[in-house]
């Protein structure tokens, strides 16, 4: 069973930096792409940045530039957060994708307020 625990939420201020990371039960690059998504009160999940097995990354139009997916190992997947804004708010989820099938994180709390 794969698991996928998310790390680095919090409550900062806007204009802020945050660092998310993930930890898989097993080596990233046993899947296609990893990812992060978000979901804000009375909205649907979105996309916020992936990383495929090749490197290759691909971002929200709301992040590019603000936001920056790694690897720092066989194992973690990051998030760096800067300049956040209060519509960054959300709960934030790890993915992993193997062809059509995704496993999920169970999500960390980051809130952007003054």
């Known amino acids: 069973q794969v698991q996928l625990v998310e790390s680095g939420g919090g409550l900062v201020q806007p204009g802020g930096s945050l660092r998310l990371s993930c930890a898989a039960s097993?080596?990233?690059?046993?899947?296609?792409?990893m990812g992060w998504y978000r979901q804000a009160p009375g909205k649907e999940r979105e996309l916020v940045a992936t990383?495929?097995?090749?490197?290759?990354t691909n971002y929200a139009d709301s992040v590019k530039g603000r936001f920056t997916i790694s690897r720092d190992s066989t194992n973690t997947v990051n998030l760096q957060m800067n300049s956040l804004k209060p519509e960054d708010t959300a709960v934030y989820y790890c993915?992993?994708?193997?062809?059509?099938?995704?496993?999920w994180g169970q999500g960390t709390q980051v809130t952007v307020s003054s």
């Open positions: 993915n992993a994708r193997l062809l059509r099938v995704h496993y």
């Open positions: 097993e080596s990233i690059f046993s899947f296609n792409a």
């Open positions: 990383i495929n097995v090749g490197g290759v």
